[in-house]
């Protein structure tokens, strides 16, 4: 198996997704080091169990969807990428704060999508993430069927936040609820903007009383999240 997996490298060799040199994984080592130096690596856990607008306890994400960011989760979702997928879980399981992180947990969820829409992209970005982490992380199982998205919505970086408050109402149902009744969730989404998908699909998973919920994103926007509290302000 060995065998051919190194001949398959030597004939098509693989490259490195940010500066295309011939890279084992699918991003180097000299670009991961450059990346985790620069202003969009935040690798933040932010604490919301005090906020009673969220039904979530806290939230975990590695960068700022910013610029080379922003185009690789635009590029993994859009333009048929899935592999990225495995580029973006090297932040999360070969990052010891997220692994400290995770041992608080016992199940992660991916956020659904509809069968029409899986269909017509071809997989579901969350779940692949997911469960490239719960191989990894020996405490954490997937559990891809727990919640179900029943029902198409706009998309919601189109709309503005009541806007995507009101487009994620009632398109999320329980299944299985007893898997993760007294369990530690986490629910895994690729980016959080205003927290409106992440936070009806844990109000869902709540009816079904887990024990904790907390999210993990690949990127948070803080741009709009900033303009919008200037605006509050």
């Not at 490298?9 to 180097?28: A, G, L, N, Q, V």
């Not at 048929?80 to 070969?94: A, I, Q, R, T």
């Not at 629910?187 to 009806?200: K, M, Q, V, W």
């Amino acid at each position: 198996m060995n065998f051919l997996k190194n001949m398959l490298f030597f004939i098509f060799p693989r490259k490195c997704e940010m500066c295309e040199t011939i890279s084992e994984s699918y991003i180097c080592d000299k670009c991961k080091s450059k990346l985790e130096k620069t202003e969009l690596y935040l690798n933040r856990i932010d604490d919301y169990s005090k906020d009673n607008t969220k039904y979530f306890d806290e939230h975990a994400y590695i960068f700022e969807y910013n610029s080379i960011i922003r185009e690789k989760i635009i590029e993994y979702k859009f333009k048929n990428k899935p592999y990225l997928g495995k580029m973006f879980s090297e932040f999360f399981v070969k990052n010891e704060k997220m692994c400290g992180f995770f041992e608080k947990y016992d199940i992660i969820i991916p956020v659904p999508m509809t069968n029409k829409k899986i269909k017509e992209r071809g997989y579901n970005q969350t779940e692949i993430i997911a469960k490239i982490i719960s191989q990894n992380i020996t405490n954490i199982t997937m559990q891809k069927n727990v919640l179900i998205k029943y029902k198409n919505n706009k998309v919601q970086s189109q709309l503005n936040k009541e806007q995507r408050q009101q487009n994620v109402q009632n398109v999320y149902e329980l299944n299985n609820e007893e898997i993760i009744k007294n369990k530690n969730i986490l629910i895994l989404d690729d980016i959080y903007t205003t927290g409106a998908t992440c936070n009806e699909c844990v109000k869902t998973l709540r009816n079904a009383q887990p024990k904790k919920i907390g999210i993990i994103t690949i990127a948070k926007d803080c741009e709009k999240i900033q303009v919008k509290n200037n605006r509050k302000e």
